[in-house]
């Protein structure tokens, strides 16, 4: 009830406007994310790559581009906060308006281009994280930067970050900032994965692919994520939709071409760690994804629109399954696929 007459005020304000607000009051007030969060428990937490998770929904890049409420998102129950999309230098991203709601299909569309304040400016708050919650960092190319100078620039801010964040996000299918998605080619990635595991920073390296492209470059990508030895990859970013104007849509209106995307990734069975994102909305959408083999999801958009009843609601249910299973999480996603399907088709809520 409270959420809902919060979520009115602000969406009766421009919807970046609204974004600023929110974020400025979840800075200063980092205990009402503990009061309207959920209780943080060893039952909940897993291994997803070398990194423990706390709960199996984390917080979606784009929320905290700056890295500046991260107590507040812990506090809430999160069970990993990835902050970004960090550029090396600062840059103000594309004109203003930017960000569009669609309240009925509860989806957002944005058009930013990747606004935040840079590498120097967001590292101190890195530094300082004492969070109890792994921290990772979606990390992007400038704008004006060339294809040579971007590898580059993800070294930089992989070493400069490296020692302070459990996991890295390499972000090249943002459809908002132009020639980025040209950069999902193999020839450019070999390159890019080459440089950044050959430093002697070893942290947890994910992939974020768009839901537009061809069966056949998801498998190519999951075979070059394979080959260089990443984590994972992130399934995945927004959807063009070019009827409704420029930029990517989040949200439900994302939701089914995220799903066969990662259906695709997980029917490959490799060793990559695959996290869902793209239309997260409810528990079913996530147990779905853990009886295909996945373990943890992402929202952004849902979280946006449901508020802190959405981690609520999958706290509920996760907790309700676990209590049926007489096993904790880490367990549950030891067992065989099959096993897992089973378990999951005779739950009960």
Partial sequence: MLYSAFRSFMFSL?????????????????????????????????????????????????LDKNAEALSFFEAQGFGALECGTVTLRAQEGNPRPRIFRYKD???????????????????????????????????????????????????????????????????????????????????????????????SIKKDLF????????????????????????????????????DKGEGGISGKLLAQRSREVRSLLLQEQTELEIIAAGGIFSPQDLFEFWAQGGKAGQVYTSYIYRGPALLKNFHRSINSFLTQQSMNLEEFFSLPIKERQLRLKEYHP
């Fill in 207 to 242: 992939l974020k692919i768009a839901p537009d492209l061809s069966r056949e470059k998801i498998l190519e990508l999951k075979k070059l994520a394979v080959e260089y030895q990443l984590t994972g990859i992130i399934a995945t970013n927004t959807t063009i939709m070019a």
């Fill in 14 to 62: 421009d919807p970046e406007t609204a974004h600023h607000l929110t974020l400025n009051l979840a800075k200063l007030s980092p205990v009402l994310g503990k009061i309207s969060g959920i209780p943080r428990e060893e039952k909940f937490s897993f291994h997803l790559g070398s990194v423990r998770w706390t709960f199996p929904i984390g917080l979606a890049a784009g």
């Fill in 105 to 199: 299909e509860e989806s957002l569309r944005n058009a930013m281009g990747f606004p935040n304040r840079g590498l120097q400016d967001i590292l101190p708050r890195i530094k300082n994280y004492q969070g109890q919650v792994p921290l990772g960092i979606n990390m992007g190319k400038n704008k004006e930067s060339s294809t040579q100078k971007s590898i580059e620039e993800l070294s930089t801010i992989f070493e400069k970050m490296g020692p302070y964040a459990d996991y890295f996000v390499i972000n090249v299918s943002s459809p908002n900032t132009p020639g980025l998605r040209a950069l999902q080619e193999k020839e450019y990635l070999s390159e890019l994965f080459a440089e950044l595991t050959s430093k």
